[in-house]
T-cell receptor, first 113, second 113 residues
Framework: DVKVTQSSRYLVKRTGEKVFLECVQD?????MFWYRQDPGLGLRLIYF???????EKGDIPEGYSVSREKKERFSLILESASTNQTSMYLC????????????FGNGTRLTVT | RKEVEQDPGPFNVPEGATVAFNCTYS??????FFWYRQDCRKEPKLLMS???SGNEDGRFTAQLNRASQYISLLIRDSKLSDSATYLC??????????????FGSGTQLTVLP
């Protein structure tokens, strides 16, 4: 079974803080993703990575950066947290093949006050 | 027109009922299709991939209609535990690109005792 682990289930941070969200997968997947999910807006792609040190912007990258130094780990960084970044953050991984589904971590619910 | 559209529901059905959801997609070059379920405040979990010839997994049947550009999910003999939001996911033609993954906004199902 694929396991995608996100380091925190709940986080509360203050405006302006630098926030790190960590994600680790144990199935040697090439692709890793960060999404945020908000009521009425569905899942929106922030960044993804298809290999170590490789990254591509998703649909809403502003205010975020990512790091993938090792294949199993993909970090999302909020450089200066703002209240509009309060959301559920979901990490996912998949194999490279076109028919490969995403496997999600259990999410981090971030509140920025 | 949204790339992937789902009826948001809610669908409220009695236990034992048969219920069907449709999901339409706009990109005729779409290659891969999936159904996920998401419980309240949890991560999406893969329910099943959708194959061209249609496929079944227990009480769940998925169908693909390329001519009309929709996929469907049929749940027979619904259980209380089937209550969840069902997301359809469509992947476009560009191999390996996460940008080509599009999530529907989900259909909410409640199975009533």
């Amino acid at each position: 079974d694929v396991k995608v682990t996100q380091s925190s289930r709940y986080l509360v941070k203050r405006t302006g803080e630098k926030v790190f969200l960590e994600c680790v997968q144990d199935m040697d997947h090439e692709n890793m993703f960060w999404y945020r999910q908000d009521p009425g807006l569905g899942l929106r792609l922030i960044y993804f990575s298809y290999d170590v040190k490789m990254k591509e912007k998703g649909d809403i990258p502003e205010g975020y950066s990512v790091s993938r130094e090792k294949k199993e780990r993909f970090s999302l960084i909020l450089e200066s947290a703002s209240t509009n970044q309060t959301s559920m953050y979901l990490c996912a991984s998949s194999l490279r093949g076109r028919n490969s589904p995403l496997h999600f971590g259990n999410g981090t619910r971030l509140t920025v006050t | 027109r949204k790339e992937v559209e789902q009826d948001p529901g809610p669908f409220n059905v009695p236990e034992g009922a048969t219920v069907a959801f449709n999901c339409t997609y706009s990109n005729s070059a779409s290659q891969s299709f999936f159904w996920y379920r998401q419980d309240c405040r949890k991560e999406p979990k893969l329910l099943m991939s959708v194959y061209s010839s249609g496929n079944e997994d227990g009480r769940f049947t998925a169908q693909l209609n390329r001519a009309s550009q929709y996929i469907s999910l049929l749940i027979r003999d619904s259980k209380l535990s089937d209550s969840a939001t069902y997301l359809c996911v469509v992947r476009g033609a560009a191999s390996g690109s996460a940008r080509q993954l599009t999530f529907g906004s989900g259909t909410q199902l409640t199975v009533l005792p």
